[in-house]
């Protein structure tokens, strides 16, 4: 795995990761990547000073009586350049890390037997490459038992220590350590790419620094990775597929226990029906004033594909885990649950942190009013569907509350493409002008105004006569509305054709 | 003008032998209140002033006793009672110079001295049995003196009070009326120092008891439910009744005081405060907040009490070249505002507070540990007993060190714990009667 | 380092030493008292008043007791040594009743039919340094200029006189309880070991009059002029209480220099492996220097200060005599009454020549402590 000759010597985060060492306290650590020569088991201060650079010393018995032989080894330990010093727990005190520190001398405390720990080390110096094939064969195993992405990226954080790690698809940091993508001078990025099943998914990036004395191993470490990574990945993919159609379901049942409940009258959702107590298995929230969300693809084609479901999910509840998101017919559904009908501030703070992904994946958000029980959830579903139809159909991305909506939201509701197709069949002479635009856009203007052409002409922002004109020779094709027995199927049908071209005028 | 407006109100007044200083502190403001000089009705005039200032607001009144009494202590017109000193000690001094303090202002109070046999040592062990026919010989002389201030003290008292109490309960008996203080109340460290606490906090003992409770009932009278609060040496407070019981520990505030209120004053925690004494400019330093305090000399005293008062350095402050010059890191403060408003404004800012000085034996560290949550214990029941908040106590000061040339495991523990004044005076009252 | 710090020790200026001393009166106590707390800074001041008033009061009634060279007084002439053993600590606690040294003196006399014609300190240092003159003033007779230790040892045969092969016995220790100990042994270090166990009975100290020679052996078994000395230091102490002035003093008497000022920050227990014979446990003290050096001073503790270590590096050690003076209060910080926060300068001074020879490295020096590293001298 690791192509590097395997004479090289280790680093302190090679030995900091396997036992003994992995259990030792780090009181203070000069540099990860400091690299160590030799083990010397010191007894007396007599070895101490026979001790070459680069050892890393275990203290022991007469070099290891109190804080005064800790202090004077650290002080032997700088004067000759020593990786680093071992001791056990008890002879080191407050003042033998801030020693350290000043010394800038690693210091670890074990409550192992020092010479048990300076034999296994010496074992692990002596044959490098093993050690090095055991500390990513460790790290393998630590990164096998973890079933969730953060999980994996958290094990990679901490085997490479100062070096950060992030799993990245596009610009978007998934997981990990934000700081490994940022780019700096003094540091080199390692990237290894996780692909899906025959599609690229994501990637891994170290933030390596440029100055470590000796190169780690975070290629290695980071392929090591992939497996678990896309085993996690396809973990969650399933467990959220099983999630997903239980809540769906559990949504069903929901809506079926409100609609067998109903009262004639929508205006009077507020019936009490008890929420169930399965919805409170789910983790769901309904007994409160209910707050709906409907997020959508900005342009409809059914029901949305599974990894878009998934996605969605992963953004909507990367704050908000316990909010459930239910898929249902083109889009999704979640709520905010609550005693206060007005308190708004966390779904908006939802909102916020979800507005780059409803950017990156074209999706429209509708929010509606909040209403109590489960018909209020229902209720509110429903408005924040016709809010998030008006945001689609005005293709705005910024959240459309239904409360800001109003009436217009009806319109948003209209099948505009039908409609369109039925200009097609009863206004062809209109369709097939060339200036059909300006005609429609005209019409629809004059009908809006109340058939003023001064305002209309201010609309526009055109010449009084030239909106005369133009609907006279609107009228020479066929949209003839003076005649109050066509005017409101023929300002719909212009309403129609303007809002399918781009951009759309904004509603209201 | 009353009134009752803002939020709660102390008053803060130092008794001097003539006159009577006063402020009142509101809402971070300083109110001096015009002196009043001594006389029939001084406290009650006193309080009427201040009460003008803190209305229905005043929460608790803290008064500095400390000048009176070291002027009573002093040389001049003797205003203390005499006061008969049994020491308990395997062998009576056998040099004249041992058998007295070598201050000559607490031998002035000390009216008959007599000797018990026993004691114990510094951990507590029995040297000599209590000789007890000795004892009654003691008792029955003390009764025919017709002394009522006992003050007794015994060799290692401090670790094990059994044969002081012994010789209190049988001085008792022999004497009903007597005023008895024993030096086990103090604890500390050294036979002579302890003698000399005790001899002091016996003399001290009736003059106190007719200044508080003068204050006791022209406060019940004119402002119930206002606390009053007595100021320590150590530059903290406490109850009224705790201060009656060991006046001693008063003496000395006033420099304390001076010190903490001059460093509040400049709003700095650690820092160095220089006094101006007709003897020659003096220092003390504030830690964390505290005053630095020791037990040991009182200035003019010329014997150490094991009660801890400020430590006061001489000190020119900056480069004098006469050798007086001092080393300090920190901020030096220039204490030169009136220093009677200076104690007023250091008893306003003062905390309840308590001092241990013990010594004990460990064989461990954990040993040691345990020692040391016993002392820190103690001392914050007595810092509740103070008057302090329960629950508010924290341990400011603790220091361990071995004894040289002792058994080795003897150690020094020193501890000091301040805590929230408590400002229910139903709570303060019942804390102020399960002292230790 | 600070400002105004002399960089060299050695620096001669005044007078700080005025040279032997040829009487001792009660107007030297102060000066005996403060020089005594140097050369041994264990004890604090909580026995100060008695002791000094005891002692002045003591010189005032029998007059000053005469301060004599060994080599001045006959050869032949018998002599004992006398010193407090024990801690000073319990003897502020139990003060002497007053004839417990010149009972020890008489009763080592009974022991070995003889009249002492003088006394000597077996430890001119702390309390020790008041025992000698006390008796000679009790007892009438002269008192020599000559002590074992020139300081305090936590033993009594590290002595100058046990170097020279002078036995400690008979010797007597006689306690505040008026009871008193006969101690007859050939070797040394058992007199010791006997002893500790009936000194704590006695009530935590005793007077130990121990070493009955003569002033002839004296000569050559003890070290000369440390009670002078001893007096002179004191007399710079109570003159100087600017640190940087007395250090300038004190160096040029004495050859004492400083080795750091700093903040106590820690005061650690058993922070050695303890020896149970030996009085005091170890324990030590981390003083976080002032300046722009910062050095961490890590100074080892027994009932004298044993190594200063700065940054791990051994500085000082014993028998250097090392002590610590109270930079903000102009005063000797002593070992019983230390805590955190204090401001400290750390002073070494070196010890009398025969410290540092093999045999007496051997007895008083690191090792002995349990420290194997080599003395910042020798190497």
Known sequence: MNSRPSTLPLMMADLLRIEPLASARVLHLAGPTRTVAQVILAETFDRLRRTPPHSLVVLHAEAATGGWSLAAALHLAWERNFAGVVVTSGVAGASSAALADRLNMSLLLTDSDPVDVALQLAGQISAPAATRALRQALCAERLTEQTSIRGVLS?????????????????????????????????????????????????????????????????ALLKLARPSLLAAWAQTRLDWATHAAQEAAAFGLLRRL????????????????????????????????????????????????????????????????????????????????????????????????????????????????????????????????????????????????????????????????????????????????????????????????????????????????????????????????????????????CYALASLREPAPPVQ | MPTRAGGPAYADISLQPRRQHAVVLRDHRVVSIPFVPSGPDDVEALLSRILAVAGGSLEAVTIDISQILRSAVLPGPQALPQVAVVRIVPVPASDPALARSPADLVERLIAHRFTVAGGHDLLGNELCPLDLPGLEAVTVRLALVGIRDIAIVAAGSQANPVHEQA??????????????SVASDFGGHGLVAREATVTLDCALGPLTDRLLVRWEKALAAMAPGVLLRVARGDGGHSTSSRIRSLPVVSLGADDALQISGAAHLERIENCRVLLPRPGGQVAGDVRNGLVAIRSGELTGFGVELVVPTAVLTPDRG????????????????????????????????SQPTSWLDEFAYIESAEQLEKVREEAQERATAIVVANGAAPGSAYVAEVSTVAVPYSPPGTVRIRVRVAGAADTDPRRVEVFDRMAP | MNKGVPSTVGEQRGSGYVGAIASISSEDVPALYEGAKFYSPALGDANKSSLTSWLTRLLDRNGPVSLMRAEVLPPETPCVSLCVIGSGSAMTDLPPSGN????????????TDTRFGAIYPLAAATVSAFAPVVAASQLGISLIDADGMGRTYALIHHTAMHLAGVSATPLVAYGPTGESVLVRTPAGPRADRLLRGNVDALGGWAALAAYPTTTGVLRRAALPGTLSRLINVGRVLLQYTDPDQLLVRLAAVIGCRRIGRGRIVELEHLSRPTDWTIPAHPSSLVVQELGDLGRQLRIELRSEIVAVFADGELVAAAPDLLCLFDASRGVLATLDSLEPGDLVDVLATPADAIWYSTEGMAMVGLGSHGIPLDHPRRR
Request: aromatic share 4%; with cysteine.
């Open chain 2, 167 to 180: 010789v209190a309960n049988a001085t008792q008996a022999a004497v009903p009326q007597a005023r008895i």
């Open chain 2, 318 to 349: 900056g480069s004098s070249g006469d050798g007086l010059g001092r080393f300090t890191d920190g901020p030096v403060v220039l204490a030169t505002r009136d220093p009677q408003e200076l104690a007023c404004l250091g008893a306003a800012v």
């Open chain 1, 258 to 493: 409100a609609v067998d409940a109903r009262t004639p009258s929508i205006s009077q959702p507020e019936v009490e029906i008890e929420a169930p107590s399965w919805s409170t298995d789910l983790g769901w929230q309904v007994d409160g004033a209910n707050r709906a969300v409907w997020i959508a693809p900005m342009r409809s084609a059914g029901p949305p594909p599974a990894e878009l479901t998934h996605l969605v999910r992963m953004a909507w509840q990367k704050g908000r885990p316990t909010w459930p998101l239910i898929a249902e017919d083109d889009g999704w559904i979640s709520w905010q649950s609550g005693s206060n009908p007005t308190g708004t501030a966390p779904l908006r703070r939802a909102l916020n942190s979800f507005a780059e992904s409803a950017g990156s994946y074209q999706l429209a958000v509708g929010v509606g009013r909040a209403h109590n029980g489960v018909p209020g959830l229902l209720r509110s579903v429903a408005e924040a569907r016709l809010a998030a139809h008006v945001a689609r159909q005005g293709g705005r991305q910024d959240v459309q509350w239904f409360d800001q909506v109003g009436a217009p939201a009806a319109l948003a509701w209209l099948p505009t493409i039908e409609i369109a197709k039925v200009a097609d069949l009863c206004l062809s002479d209109l369709m097939a002008a060339h200036d059909r635009v300006a005609l429609v856009d005209t019409a629809l203007a004059v009908m809006d105004c109340g058939g003023s052409l001064v305002e209309a002409s201010h609309r526009l922002g055109v010449h009084r006569n030239t909106v005369l004109a133009r609907i006279l020779r609107a009228k020479q094709l066929g949209l003839v509305f003076d005649d109050p027995t066509q005017r409101l199927a023929l300002h719909v049908l």
């Open chain 1, 155 to 219: 094990v990679l954080n901490k085997e490479l220590g100062s070096t950060p790690v992030a799993l990245v698809a596009g610009d978007a940091v998934l997981a990990g350590r934000a700081s490994a993508i940022v780019e700096r001078p003094d540091v080199a990025q390692v990237t290894v790419a996780v692909n899906g099943p025959g599609e690229p998914w994501a990637r891994l990036v170290a933030g390596v620094p440029v100055n470590a004395s000796v190169a780690g191993p975070h290629g």
């Open chain 3, 100 to 111: 417990e040294f010149s009972m020890a003196v008489r009763q080592v006399e009974q022991a």
